[in-house]
């Protein structure tokens, strides 16, 4: 299978940082942190199946998109620390990829991922498939940027995307989403980690970040007062120095 389309910038030999979107946004969604990361890091940030430049590329599981990363990683290890970080359901992919190759993640940071599952039935299923082509409307899709956070410098980069995702590849995501639970292997993981979420997040996502911070003793976990389901999007310059403090620390 072909690697997936990628944003790589900064010097080939200096410390990785891979940096993995969310459902419906794209590689785009960190153009803050790239530059921000690009001077002192090799920043990877991969467009997953179904979105945007990986369009073509179908969605298959969560679990084999794991591998994929873990594959893309390998090569660019090689004695250098990689850390990951993850926003929503690419904070689940961080998650499962750290815990599952230790060996290849020394660090992890984790925004709002939804780690206990939640009720994904066929009426939500049939919900997704009839509103989707309204997703595409430049109307009903500033809304939906709007709900998400992505500025309005970002929201012809975020209607590319939503219009180019395929139906399927959206519900399965979803549906994996949905389902995701913390990885059993959580609590060994031996790297350093970052939790953050936002305080006006659902309530069983926050819970489940500090169920994630109890497990593993050592791990920096922080609520921001204020703050919704988009935090690097929502406070760009807050999310990017506390990033950039992560992985210097």
Known sequence: MAELWSV???????????????????????????AALRDRYRVIAPDLPGH??????????????VERLAGLLRPLADGREVA???????????????TA??????????????????PFTRASLALVRTTAPLGRQP???????????????????????????PTADL??????????????AWPDFPGRALLLAGSREP?????????????LPGTELEVVPG????????????????LLAFLSS
């Open 8 to 34: 790589r910038e900064g010097p080939d030999d200096a410390p990785v940082v891979l940096l993995l979107h969310g459902g419906g946004v794209g590689a785009w969604m960190w153009r803050h942190q790239v």
């Open 52 to 65: 945007d430049h990986s369009a073509a590329d179908p969605f298959t599981s969560a679990a084999d998109l």
């Open 84 to 98: 990951v970080a993850g926003f929503s359901f690419g904070a689940q992919l961080a998650l499962a990829l750290a």
């Open 101 to 118: 190759h230790p060996d290849l993640v020394s660090r992890v940071v984790v925004v709002s991922a939804l780690t206990e599952p939640v």
């Open 139 to 165: 109307w009903f899709a500033r809304l939906q940027a709007r709900s998400m956070s992505v500025p309005d410098a970002l929201f012809d980069d975020y209607l590319r995307t939503v219009r180019a995702l």
């Open 171 to 184: 519900v399965a995501l979803l549906a994996e989403n949905a389902a995701f639970r913390a990885p059993t």
């Open 203 to 215: 309530l069983a996502l926050v819970r489940g970040m500090r169920t994630l911070h109890e497990r």
């Open 227 to 242: 703050a919704g389901h988009g935090l690097p999007l929502e406070r760009p310059e807050w999310f990017t120095a506390r």
